[in-house]
């Protein structure tokens, strides 16, 4: 790079989008990346050749404790048939180590609905296996700017592709809505199993959900509830499953023998979380990351991401140190599915070496919008994908200098149907893998896709939207010159600016 393009990007040197998307698929070739397997070993050494390769210094694995759950076996059985589906993570979970195997728990199964406490007035649950539906959210925009920002959203569409923010897009596939509340109530009423209809998914029965069984007792009335983890068996089933199991219930009177069975383990392990620096000429840092941790292909989530970070590394790998004007750090973050221990534990480390993170850039699923339609009932996986570029949110620390950096990045690069969120931490959530790092007062600018089959087996390499892979990568490169010239005190909060009063469509 000559000086009149220095702290101006090169597009020369971001790597085409076939390289980014090599990586992609070499990622997805490996299967299911869970934290503490091989396979995620696996992924953390390639991110650390390529980091190498790149000529990254200071190349680390965090491996901070983890409590990390691997199922064995589990089943379901109606009238002595095999009922398909698959087990909920974390459930049969106590949070101690060990093996955990119910043996055949046989017993009435019982519908509840959507399981609310007036579904739940209704049915005498105790000693049972409770059926019930699993909903998720409408995805609009209306509900990003309701339950997350902390003052109001910012639209791009050029296209016009979104006419109003009430106007229905897909389900929200992984921000949960009746589960794990359903669950909770079926359990603390005596419940001896729970079993989830994937109602909104698309007709599957495999869905690998988060860990909530921390995630969601804090929510849980101490007086109410007289446990902190999932600790009794769950099973997913698809929508024509839970309709079947429905009318078998109905027709016998309310109740069906069932019998359901859930082994794990418990494994004392830990997290695998690779990172690696460029110094520049501050010891301030701009951190890069995603996770690369995965279920099933996991192309989306996160092979896109971490994909698009190692773009980013091999861009600033090629460009001098004097140019650069803080440090560069990238990380690959673990455990994502299994209660975030790897990022818990690498933000601590930052914390303990004294590092002066000035903002977190975080990349997650750079993906195709598909929406679950019943027209397509008994055909493929019931799932159409519409043409366009899978919805995105940008949740951002709500700062003046940091809104107009993002609003006129995501202009000048055209990145359509990009949802701004301003957060503030204690009013709003950061639902993203930047969660952490904004709860440590770390400033974020993170950018998300939930498109619908996240946590699935479709999630493959043939999803990808790969012409935004080397656009999004641009967008970051973009702003990180510009935060080269920021200190982090210009990144502070500021509530309710009330910016954000039209949409730019």
């Not at 079993?195 to 007709?203: K, P, R, T």
Request: charged share 30%.
């Amino acid at each position: 790079m000559d000086k009149a393009q220095a702290g101006k990007t090169n597009t020369a040197l971001i790597p085409p989008k076939e390289e980014i998307f090599s990586w992609i698929e070499h990622f997805a070739s490996y299967g299911h990346r869970r934290s503490g397997t091989e396979n995620n070993r696996k992924s953390a050494q390639f991110i650390a050749d390529k980091f190498r390769e790149f000529g990254l210094e200071d190349i680390r694995f965090d491996n901070p404790d983890a409590k990390l759950f691997f199922p064995k076996e589990w089943s379901l059985k109606v009238n002595g048939e095999d009922v398909p589906c698959y087990f909920i993570n974390y459930t049969n979970y106590s949070g101690e180590i060990g093996e955990f195997d119910t043996g055949d728990i046989e017993a009435e199964m019982v519908y509840v609905g959507d399981g609310r406490p007036e579904d739940f007035a209704k049915v005498d649950v105790k000693g049972k296996i409770v059926l019930a539906n699993n909903r998720w959210l409408d995805y609009d925009l209306a509900y990003f700017e309701k339950f997350h920002a902390s003052d109001k959203c910012w639209w791009y569409d050029p296209k016009g592709t979104i006419k109003s923010f009430d106007q229905y897009i897909h389900k929200n596939s992984y921000d949960p809505y009746t589960f794990p509340q359903n669950y909770c109530d079926a359990v603390q009423q005596g419940a001896l199993g729970f079993v989830g209809i994937l109602v909104d998914n698309c007709n599957h029965y495999i869905h690998y959900n988060e860990n909530y069984s921390q995630a969601y007792a804090k929510f849980l009335d101490p007086e109410k509830y007289d446990f902190n983890t999932m600790y009794k068996p769950g099973l997913w089933v698809s929508r024509d499953e839970g309709e079947h199991l429905e009318e078998l219930i109905a027709a016998n009177g309310g109740s069906i023998k069932a019998t359901m069975r859930m082994k794990n383990t418990v494994e004392k392990s830990c997290a695998n979380v690779v990172s690696g620096i460029l110094p520049g000429m501050s010891d301030d840092v701009i951190l890069v990351h995603s996770h690369h941790d995965a279920c099933f292909e996991g192309a989306i989530q996160d092979a896109s991401g971490m994909s698009t970070v190692m773009a980013i590394a091999k861009y600033f790998s090629q460009i001098p140190k004097e140019q650069r004007k803080k440090t560069l750090m990238f990380g690959a973050m673990d455990c994502h599915f299994s209660g975030y221990a790897g990022h818990e534990g690498f933000i601590k480390r930052l914390q303990d070496e004294g590092r002066n993170v000035v903002m977190d850039f975080v990349v997650e699923h750079v993906a195709m919008e598909a929406v679950d339609d019943i027209s397509l009932k008994g055909k493929a996986d019931e799932m159409r994908f519409t043409g366009q570029i899978g919805m995105r949110l940008i949740y951002v620390t709500e700062n003046k200098e940091i809104l107009d950096m993002l609003t006129e990045t995501i202009k000048e690069n055209n990145l359509e149907r990009c949802l701004v969120v301003p957060c503030i931490k204690g009013k709003a959530d950061v639902c993203s893998d930047a969660d952490r790092f904004f709860k440590a007062g770390i400033p974020v600018v993170s950018i998300i896709s939930p498109v619908i089959y996240l946590m699935d087996p479709a999630d493959k390499p043939d999803k990808i939207a790969k012409d935004q892979l080397p656009l999004i990568a641009k967008a970051w490169i973009d702003m990180i010159y510009q935060v080269f010239e920021h200190k982090k005190e210009d990144f502070k909060e500021q509530p309710d600016l009330h910016y954000y009063g039209k949409r730019e469509a």
